[in-house]
């Protein structure tokens, strides 16, 4: 299974944990106000409001602070005007690292950054230095206790999924984004439990990481996914799931 994939999953289980509540809702709210601003405030018209929405009520956020977020977002109410940005650069190894961030000062977060690349044997690059390594895709994950293999593919592949790849505890369903949903409500319907599933940047190929050098990059990802002004951080390694297991802790 490819790294970033286990990394989403364990540190998902490691916020619930550390109950870090009011970073997750900053960085739910941002999108919100940035999606609502872009796209409207009415989710049935604005598709990303409508996901950013759905993943602040799974975090359990309030109605009114959703609410108010949209407000902001349409100038309805008075706020911070956020804009989106792309940052691009390699972590130890020479792992791709793609991240997206959202900032009301640009010059403070790119420094910010390369801080985080530079303590972390990495470097900030330039714009599209690694963006080509990766596909815009579906990923749905599916523990291998929840179904068999050959009842996965019969499955999935039906409601317009384009791959399985089979990881070391999991498989990885593969989808163009805009069939996501609909893969999701067929193993819904066949009664198969999946742990993800989400829209990411999907790599097209894994660097392999090991000793110092894997706990180099995965220190960068948790410095980099405790910034504030980052919303989501994308890389392509491949460390094994029991070493990522009992770094995380």
Same mark, same amino acid.
């Given at each position: *299974?490819?790294?970033?994939?286990?990394?989403? @999953?364990? $540190? %998902?289980?490691?916020?619930? @944990?550390?109950?870090? /509540? +009011?970073?997750?809702?900053?960085?739910?709210? %941002?999108?919100?106000?940035?999606?609502?601003?872009?796209?409207? +405030?009415?989710?049935?018209? =604005?598709?990303?409001?409508?996901?950013?929405?759905?993943?602040? $009520?799974?975090?359990?956020?309030?109605?009114?602070?959703?609410?108010?977020?949209?407000?902001?977002?349409?100038?309805?109410?008075?706020?911070?005007?956020?804009? &989106?940005?792309?940052?691009?650069?390699?972590?130890?190894?020479?792992?791709?690292?793609?991240?997206?961030?959202?900032?009301? =000062? /640009?010059?403070?977060?790119?420094?910010?950054? /390369? %801080?985080?690349?530079? /303590?972390? +044997?990495? =470097?900030?690059?330039?714009?599209?230095?690694?963006?080509?390594?990766? @596909?815009?895709?579906?990923?749905?994950?599916?523990?291998?206790?929840?179904?068999?293999?050959? %009842?996965? *593919? &019969?499955?999935?592949?039906?409601? +317009?999924?384009?791959?399985?790849?089979?990881?070391?505890?999991?498989?990885?369903?593969?989808? =163009?984004p805009k069939d996501l949903e609909g893969v999701k409500r067929a193993?819904?319907?066949?009664?198969?439990g999946y742990q993800v599933a989400e829209v990411t940047m999907y790599?097209?190929?894994?660097?392999?990481? &090991?000793? $110092?050098?894997?706990?180099?990059?995965?220190?960068?990802?948790? *410095?980099?996914?405790?910034?504030?002004?980052?919303?989501?951080?994308?890389?392509?390694?491949?460390?094994? &799931?029991?070493?990522?297991? @009992?770094?995380?802790?």
């Amino acid at each position: *299974m490819a790294g970033h994939s286990k990394w989403a @999953q364990i $540190k %998902r289980k490691k916020a619930a @944990q550390d109950a870090k /509540r +009011g970073k997750v809702f900053t960085k739910l709210i %941002r999108e919100i106000m940035v999606a609502a601003r872009l796209g409207g +405030g009415n989710p049935d018209n =604005n598709p990303r409001l409508r996901a950013a929405i759905a993943a602040a $009520k799974a975090e359990n956020m309030p109605k009114e602070n959703i609410e108010r977020a949209i407000k902001k977002g349409t100038g309805e109410l008075e706020g911070t005007q956020y804009e &989106e940005v792309v940052y691009e650069g390699y972590g130890p190894g020479g792992v791709a690292v793609l991240i997206e961030a959202m900032t009301d =000062n /640009r010059n403070r977060t790119i420094a910010d950054i /390369r %801080r985080i690349f530079s /303590r972390s +044997g990495g =470097n900030l690059g330039a714009s599209g230095c690694v963006s080509w390594l990766f @596909q815009k895709k579906g990923v749905i994950t599916v523990e291998k206790d929840k179904a068999s293999e050959e %009842r996965l *593919m &019969e499955v999935v592949l039906e409601a +317009g999924a384009e791959d399985i790849k089979e990881g070391e505890r999991d498989y990885e369903i593969i989808t =163009n984004p805009k069939d996501l949903e609909g893969v999701k409500r067929a193993l819904e319907e066949a009664g198969i439990g999946y742990q993800v599933a989400e829209v990411t940047m999907y790599p097209q190929n894994t660097v392999k990481l &090991e000793g $110092k050098e894997a706990e180099q990059m995965l220190r960068l990802m948790e *410095m980099l996914e405790e910034h504030d002004d980052v919303q989501r951080v994308y890389a392509n390694f491949d460390i094994s &799931e029991a070493a990522m297991e @009992q770094m995380a802790q």
